[in-house]
């Protein structure tokens, strides 16, 4: 395994090197009209790694073409084919988990054993989705009068145009590719401008385990606005599926009102956590610190509040500042580290005066509070206490390994707090009381709770959020299901 040691320079460019650049459109990879390029940046360093092709307007109408032209062929083919191919993918990148993590960690930074994570949980929705493709059922049943035969049954929705962000290059991007493939749809895809090289790896793993040219196609721009508005327009698109902020999000639904598309939307989150009397606190602190250091913080799941109750505030948030100050902080390929650098200088920035603004209104930082390093876009691992509920930290989705610790006295204040937010992706609690856990699972008003545990993505569960954290869900039984339309056949009897 990669962890063992630190990576070699030549092992590095020689993952890097594999990876087509190209944009990847009907089966094959191509430079942009124009020749244009993007630059990838290792976020660790500031240095280029790598130059992919910088898509135009024209090159994502061809994608769109080549999706448009196979989208029948794709539809009529077995489900036990569709749901082959996946499983050959999800064998494949377990096979190269290693050089998969590695690119993974370069282009966007978390250290190498969170990249290999990565790198199961995205293979995972291959195997889960290949078992889903044989799965696809109607029904049949006789009209409450007698006279008529009810045949119900699934077709794909068609094209569907996916836009991905950076935080989970592969993850992102296979929870949507998994579906759309299990359920018969074409597809373009968009990831985002910092990661491209994971989902230029993951198309030509698709191509190798026998995805026919034309069903997957890879755009990368750095001008995502103006490229794809004109594909979320085209009326042979018939799906948006986009994970990404909720500012991007609301833009995105509004321009596909003008074909009425199916439309899913993975948006951002202010998750809280809480922590109630009675919880088991080495458990509680366990599950914070997974909940808040996953991906450095950067993840929509990440625990943004923490509200404990005020009889263990105190141990609790000494606890957690032990923990994120024992830390190794550092370039994610070398060994031992534990927290990368953020995605890059304006996110660093931004971390930063979050945490300027609670301290500037009474907040208290326990450990970290500073950028570290003078390379790179590093920032240290945070606790900040007394945290008032007016300060920017309680509001906003922080996106960086900072904690912010607050209490509360009673169970209907905890809930109330909890829900006062525009978001609503996911809640977590620690309690040892049935009666408390099932009132928060009952009340929290978030798509996704985990009870005792600090991490509620897997691909066997429906994964999405309520109010501005969006709509749809993906995994579970429910995700194939944003990939299919039910057609309704009446059927007389002569
Ligand atoms: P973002 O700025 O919204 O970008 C996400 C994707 O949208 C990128 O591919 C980006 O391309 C593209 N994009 C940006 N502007 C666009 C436009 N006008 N038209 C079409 N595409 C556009 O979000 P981010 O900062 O990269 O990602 C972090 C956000 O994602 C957070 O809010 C996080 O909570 C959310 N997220 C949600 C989930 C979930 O499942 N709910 C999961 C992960 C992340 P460029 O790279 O070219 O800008």
Known sequence: MTTAMSVTADREQSVVEQVPKGLWIGGGTHPAAGGATLAVTDPSTGEVLAEVADAS??????????????????????????GEILRRAFEMMTARADDLALLMTLEMGKPIPESRGEVTYAAEFFRWFSEEA????????????GATRLLTMKRPVGPALMITPWNFPLAMGTRKIGPAVAAGCTMVVKPAAQTPLSMYALADILREAGLPDGVLNV??????????????????????????STVVGRRLVEQSAEQLLRVSME???????????????????????????????????????????????????QRMAGRMGSLRVGRGTEEGVQVGP????????????????AVNRGGRVLTGGDTVGDRGWFYSPTVVADVPTDAVLQTEEIFGPVAP???????????????????????????????TALSLAEQLDTGMVGI???????????????????????????GIEEYLETRYVGIRPQ
């Open 134 to 145: 044989v799965r696809i059922a109607g029904s049949w049943s006789t009209s409450p009068d």
């Open 267 to 317: 948006l951002g989150g202010n998750a809280p956590f809480l922590v109630m009397a009675d919880a088991d606190m080495d458990a509680a602190v366990d599950g914070a610190m997974v909940a808040k250091m996953r991906n450095m913080g950067e993840a929509c799941t990440a625990a943004n509040r923490f509200l404990v109750h005020e009889s263990v505030a105190d141990e609790f948030a």
């Open 405 to 435: 610790v607050s209490t509360f006295a009673t169970l209907d204040e905890a809930i109330g707090r909890a829900n006062d937010t525009e978001y609503g992706l996911v809640a977590y609690a620690y309690t040892r009381d049935l009666a």
């Open 342 to 357: 953020l995605v890059d200088a304006v996110s660093r920035d931004k971390v930063a005066e979050l945490v300027q603004d």
């Open 219 to 244: 755009v990368t721009t750095s001008s995502s606005g103006k490229v794809m508005e004109p594909l979320i327009r085209d009326s042979r698109l018939r799906k948006l599926t986009f994970t990404g």
């Open 57 to 82: 307007v024209e090159d994502g109408r061809a994608a769109l073409d080549a999706a448009v032209d196979v989208q029948g062929s794709w539809a009529a083919t077995p489900p036990r084919e569709r």
């Open 452 to 478: 005792n545990q600090g991490v509620v993505s897997t691909p066997a569960a429906p994964f999405g959020g309520v109010k501005q954290s969006g709509f749809g869900r993906e995994g579970g039984r429910e």
